[in-house]
């Protein structure tokens, strides 16, 4: 009763949140969780340099769990009601878990720059996640104009990568599809509770496997501390595990899901921008024309009604 009595109450205050009810302070939260997760590849090619991928996944997790965990204490935010835990578990896997796991594995031998294209097929596969859990119906303008975000991306992925698939491209086509679901099933229980409590109970859900996974990794892999890697392992924890996804929830819980999928088209771009400005990549002459490409499609996706 207490939990059902509380989710009663948590969908009260989602309702009343400025954000569910101001469109564009939605797409503003939804924008910057793009921002920051622009960020995530850079960053974690920076932790890569002194942690094991196992060891920085596990403990990112961890670390964005304890933060986490500490917010729901400190409110004494109440458990969520029981029919939305398998909803949460969803999150866990695809976003706590598979995204980073299998993003990390392929950086391991892709540039950030290439990963960055690929995921750029991210909003495309949300949205059609989203068609299919939600029962969302985009107007044939909005599918128009995702698919030709997508065929840029693509165009310019394959342009990247000389026609070849590798081993880091079935990573991040499979990290493609579990974000696409925790993203979806994230945006829909953030229209019954903050988009924060969202992120927040999957990252405590996932404690009992991430922390001897953590323990485990650290024993095996090398660990060699340094600026670098302290930093891009803070990052990927608080900014792109928690803080980013925090606002990424509210706002797709206020504009919709499709359409704060495609505001994702331009996560690539800026990756690319970061990579220069933090790995020193050499950015290509096709950046700016797929650049002007996805910008129109996200024009015409954020002006088209589903």
């Known amino acids: 009763m207490r939990a059902q009595s509380s989710a009663t109450t948590t969908s009260r205050i989602a309702v009343a949140t400025p954000g569910a009810e101001r469109p564009g302070f939605g797409t503003l939260q939804a924008a910057l969780g793009v921002v920051a997760f622009s960020l995530t590849f850079p960053a974690t090619a920076w932790g ?6 196992w060891s920085l996944v596990a403990v990112r997790s961890v670390l964005a769990a304890v933060i986490a965990g500490g917010c729901l204490l400190a409110l004494r935010v109440p458990l969520p009601a029981r029919r ?3 909803g949460l578990a969803v999150v866990g896997a ?17 540039t950030t720059a290439h990963a960055a294209v690929v995921v750029g097929l991210l909003p495309l596969t949300t949205a059609l996640f989203s068609a299919l859990r939600v029962g969302t119906r985009p107007s044939r303008t909005f599918w128009a104009a995702a698919l030709a975000g997508a065929a840029s991306v693509l165009a310019f992925t394959v342009q990247q ?54 323990a485990f990794a650290l024993a095996h892999e090398p660990v060699h501390l340094t600026a670098h890697s302290v930093a891009g392992l803070l990052w990927v924890a608080a900014g792109s595990q928690f803080v980013g996804l925090v606002v990424w929830y509210r706002g797709m819980a206020a504009i919709g899901i499709p359409k704060a999928s495609q505001l994702q088209l331009a996560q690539p771009l800026l990756t690319l921008v970061w990579s220069v400005l933090l790995l020193g990549e050499r950015l290509t002459v096709a950046a700016p024309l797929t650049a002007a490409a996805v910008l129109v499609c996200i024009a015409v996706t954020q002006r088209s009604r589903g």
């Open 48 to 53: 890569l340099e002194g942690f094991g991928p």
């Open 84 to 86: 939305h835990w398998a």
């Open 161 to 214: 990568s000389g026609g070849a698939l590798t081993t880091a491209d079935l990573y991040l086509f499979a990290a493609l599809l579990v974000c696409a679901a925790g993203y979806t099933e994230g945006g829909r229980l953030a229209r019954v509770m903050p988009g924060w409590q969202v992120i927040g109970w999957a990252l405590v859900l996932c404690l009992p496997l991430t922390v001897p996974v953590a």
């Open 94 to 110: 695809g976003v706590v878990l598979g995204f980073p796991l299998l993003t990390t594995l392929a950086l391991e031998t892709s």
